[in-house]
């Protein structure tokens, strides 16, 4: 079936440091939403992308929409402990379907 | 402006016994999404509602139903409960009309032990 592939799968990152995460899809997407989620929490919406070549950025997040429409960029500049969790992407394939896919997930932890 | 509820946030039952899952979308959300998400096989789509239909269905069996009621409130049942059932189910809920792809916002998730 339909998959997002995320990568890397975890990273662990300094303090401060920037960090970069990525998902790729096998056919075209033209929403592209970031999540990040707590243990034992739901996904918490972070930056939603809706056009080919698109950045948008949240705080020290930026994302991007690529242009082939299948994959998506995030950016987590100047990392904080705070920002330990799994980073997921998603959205609905295609057109007309409100069948959303999600990715394997990015595992980030922060070494203080 | 409350977020998605759900309920009961913990649930533990025994293999054969069915459950119900409770979902309160974000006031004014008409349209309600479940997934399921496990360790092993992540985020998986469940079924989506608006206006009361259900107008997507993810590759689960007969056993995981769900309904939505006239103020979007959401319900879903799975009957006949399994060992692999157990897992984080995820309600999300979004503004979403006609074929415009809006943002989902989650609540906390029911997580459901089967023994």
């Known amino acids: 079936g339909q998959q997002l592939n995320q990568s890397p799968q975890s990273m662990f990152i300094q303090e401060g440091e920037d960090v970069s995460m990525n998902c790729t899809s096998s056919s075209i997407f033209n929403t592209w939403l970031w999540y990040k989620q707590d243990p034992g929490e739901g996904p918490v919406l972070l930056i939603a992308l809706y056009k080919a070549g698109e950045l948008t950025s949240n705080g020290r997040l930026t994302a991007q929409f690529g242009i082939t429409r299948k994959d998506s960029f995030l950016n987590i500049s100047a990392s904080i402990p705070s920002d330990v969790g799994i980073y997921f992407c998603?959205?609905?394939?295609?057109?007309?379907?409100?069948?959303?896919?999600f990715g394997t997930g990015t595992r980030l932890k922060v070494l203080a | 402006k409350a977020g998605v509820t759900q309920t009961p946030r913990y649930l533990i039952k025994t293999r054969g016994q069915q459950v119900t899952l409770s979902c309160s979308p974000i006031?004014?959300?008409?349209?309600v999404s479940w997934y399921q998400q496990t360790p092993g096989q992540g985020l998986q789509f469940l079924f989506e509602?608006?206006?009361?239909?259900?107008?997507n269905k993810g590759n689960f069996p007969g056993r995981f139903s769900g309904r939505q009621f006239s103020n979007s409130r959401s319900e879903m049942n799975v009957s006949t409960l399994e060992l692999g059932d157990s897992a984080l189910y995820l309600c999300?809920?979004?503004?979403?009309?006609?074929?415009?792809?809006?943002?989902?916002?989650f609540g906390p998730g029911t997580r459901l032990t089967v023994l």
């Open positions: 999300a809920s979004s503004l979403a009309g006609g074929l415009s792809y809006n943002e989902q916002f």
């Open positions: 509602y608006f206006s009361e239909t259900q107008r």
């Open positions: 998603a959205g609905p394939p295609g057109s007309g379907t409100y069948k959303y896919i």
């Open positions: 006031s004014g959300h008409r349209s």
